[in-house]
C-alpha cells in the first residue's frame, strides 16, 4: 500500500490511498481542474480514482468532491451530518454511501475505518485506511485529542498528524481574535505539541512513516512542525515528512 498529498492547508487538502487495485482519495477540496492537475503531478489519471472519502463539509476538504465525482464516475462516502450541510447548500454529490462514524468500511480490498473527532463541523470524522497489511491514519482537523482518537491511531505503518499552528506564532500573529479563539478552542485545530503529545501517546512500535500535516502558511513552519515531532520519535527533523499546501507529499509506500 501506498499513500500521497494533493496538498494540505486551509486552501484545499486531499490524500490519495494506493492498494495496487484500488485508489481511494480521503477528501476532495480542490476544484476540478486543480484536482486533476495535482492528481497528474502524481502520476494518476483522475478516472483511476474509485472513490472519494470525506472527513467534513468545510470547503477546504470537500468543495471539489460533488463535480469531480460526477465528472470521473466515482462514489462518495461521508456522514450524515456531512451529507445534510452539503445538501444545505447545493453541493452534495449525487452518489453517495451514508457511513457510520464508528463502523469500517470497504472499498475493494481497502478497509476504511473512521473515527469521530472534535471539530466545528457537523458529524466530523477522521480515518485509518489498511489492506490488511498496512496501516495509514490521517488526522488534519481537531481541536482537542481524545482516548477514542489514541486507541484508532496506535499501530500504524504510517501517520498523517495535524500541526496547524504554532502556540506562539498564533497568538501573535494578525489573525482577528474570534479567528483565533475558533482555532483555539477545542473545537478548532492541533497545534504543533498537541501533535507532539498525541504522537507520544499512541503505539510507534510499526511506524514507517510520520507526516505533519495541515500546516498554517501564516502561523507554522515546517521546521516548527517537524522538530516538535522529531522530539517524540528521537530522530532527526528531517526524518519527518510535511505535506505542503502547494505541493502536497509525493508517494510514500508503506512495506
Given at each position: ?51 472519494i472519502v470525506i472527513t467534513h463539509e ?147 512500535g510499526r511506524l514507517q512513516h510520520v ?33 505542503d499546501q502547494d505541493q502536497g507529499l ?6
Open positions: 500500500m501506498r499513500f500521497a498529498s494533493l496538498g494540505s492547508g486551509s486552501r484545499g487538502n486531499a490524500w490519495l490511498v494506493d492498494s495496487g487495485s484500488v485508489l481511494v482519495m480521503l477528501d476532495c477540496g480542490f476544484g476540478l481542474r486543480e484536482t486533476s492537475m495535482r492528481l497528474q503531478r502524481r502520476g494518476v489519471a483522475a478516472d483511476a480514482v474509485s472513490a468545510h470547503a477546504d476538504h470537500a468543495r471539489g468532491a460533488a463535480r469531480f465525482a460526477a465528472r470521473h464516475g466515482c462514489g462518495v462516502w461521508l456522514t450524515h451530518g456531512c451529507l445534510a450541510m452539503l445538501q444545505a447548500t447545493g453541493e452534495a454529490p449525487e452518489r453517495v454511501q451514508v457511513l457510520d462514524s464508528h463502523t469500517p468500511f470497504a472499498i475493494g480490498d481497502l478497509e476504511i475505518r473512521p473515527f469521530p473527532v472534535p471539530h466545528d463541523a457537523r458529524e466530523p470524522v477522521q480515518y485509518c485506511v489498511t489492506d490488511g497489511h498496512a496501516r495509514l491514519g490521517v488526522l488534519t482537523d481537531a481541536g482537542h485529542v481524545t482516548e477514542h482518537m489514541v486507541q484508532c491511531l496506535s499501530g500504524c505503518h504510517a501517520l498523517a498528524l495535524e500541526c496547524n499552528h504554532d502556540l506562539d506564532m498564533l497568538r501573535q500573529g494578525s489573525y482577528p481574535p474570534g479567528l483565533k479563539t475558533r482555532i483555539l478552542g477545542p473545537y478548532g485545530h492541533l497545534d504543533n505539541q498537541a501533535a507532539a503529545a498525541l504522537l507520544a501517546r499512541v503505539d510507534r507526516v505533519a500535516a495541515h500546516l498554517s502558511e501564516e502561523n507554522n513552519t515546517p521546521d516548527l512542525a517537524r522538530s516538535a515531532l522529531a522530539e517524540v520519535l528521537g530522530c532527526a527533523p528531517a526524518d519527518i515528512d510535511v505535506a509525493d508517494w510514500r509506500d508503506i512495506v
